[in-house]
């Protein structure tokens, strides 16, 4: 099924998608006249080719991030140094849960691609079965390991044939994406498939 993705502030730069990939990229008006069957979803803010986040070891491995129902005992916030490396000692079957949890958190920021070099079964199958593509840690690194890290890397631009995989943000232009940070995500698209849409 044919699937056209627009956003509010980026109308050029809408993207027809045809299963796992894109069919066509270009002026809303245009697709929309040529695919009139094609499912529409509207979005705000700017479509981009979504984020290249270069702290996978870090978030994944580095940290735990508790379930909801430990928000007791942990808070809900990601865990890091010491304190994290104590609680997969205690329950190495943590690991798992933990990278299924931070790969959502990964997917709500817009995040499409990771970089670093896993080296836990965890965090590689958490990355695998999500369909985050794995990429090139930049020469330079970011600030500090974050799910927004500034400065922010984005893919480069859709293109036909490709993989459909993309991410839209609740702002007026990349500008202000940049000021405001990936949090401001309001859907990810990996595979074709919407595996995050802010509620």
């Given at each position: 099924?044919?699937?056209?993705?627009?956003?509010?502030a980026s109308p050029?730069?809408?993207?027809?998608?045809?299963?796992?990939?894109?069919?066509?990229?270009?002026?809303?008006?245009?697709?929309?006249?040529v695919y009139e069957?094609?499912?529409?979803?509207?979005?705000?803010?700017?479509?981009?080719?979504?984020?290249?986040?270069?702290?996978?070891?870090?978030?994944?491995?580095?940290?735990?991030?508790?379930?909801?129902?430990?928000?007791?005992?942990?808070?809900?916030?990601?865990?890091?140094?010491?304190?994290?490396?104590?609680?997969?000692?205690?329950?190495?079957?943590?690991?798992?849960?933990?990278?299924?949890?931070?790969?959502?958190?990964?997917?709500?920021?817009?995040?499409?691609?990771?970089?670093?070099?896993?080296?836990?079964?965890?965090?590689?199958?958490?990355?695998?079965?999500?369909?985050?593509?794995?990429?090139?840690?930049?020469?330079?690194?970011?600030?500090?390991?974050?799910?927004?890290?500034?400065?922010?890397?984005?893919?480069?631009?859709?293109?036909?044939?490709?993989?459909?995989?993309?991410?839209?943000?609740?702002?007026?232009?990349?500008?202000?994406?940049?000021?405001?940070?990936?949090?401001?995500?309001?859907?990810?698209?990996?595979?074709?498939?919407?595996?995050?849409r802010r509620r």
């Open positions: 099924m044919l699937t056209l993705h627009v956003a509010e050029e730069t809408a993207v027809l998608v045809d299963g796992a990939y894109v069919a066509a990229v270009g002026p809303y008006e245009e697709l929309a006249a069957d094609a499912r529409l979803r509207r979005w705000p803010g700017i479509l981009t080719p979504g984020l290249l986040n270069p702290y996978g070891p870090e978030l994944l491995e580095g940290m735990y991030h508790p379930d909801p129902r430990e928000a007791d005992e942990f808070g809900t916030e990601p865990i890091s140094g010491p304190r994290a490396q104590a609680i997969f000692r205690t329950d190495p079957a943590r690991l798992g849960a933990s990278a299924r949890r931070g790969v959502q958190r990964l997917l709500a920021h817009g995040t499409v691609a990771v970089a670093g070099e896993l080296r836990g079964r965890a965090a590689k199958d958490a990355v695998r079965r999500a369909g985050l593509a794995v990429g090139q840690r930049p020469q330079a690194m970011p600030g500090p390991p974050s799910f927004s890290p500034t400065p922010l890397v984005l893919l480069p631009a859709l293109t036909v044939g490709g993989p459909a995989r993309f991410a839209v943000f609740d702002v007026p232009d990349r500008a202000a994406l940049v000021r405001q940070g990936a949090s401001t995500c309001v859907a990810t698209v990996l595979a074709g498939r919407l595996v995050h």
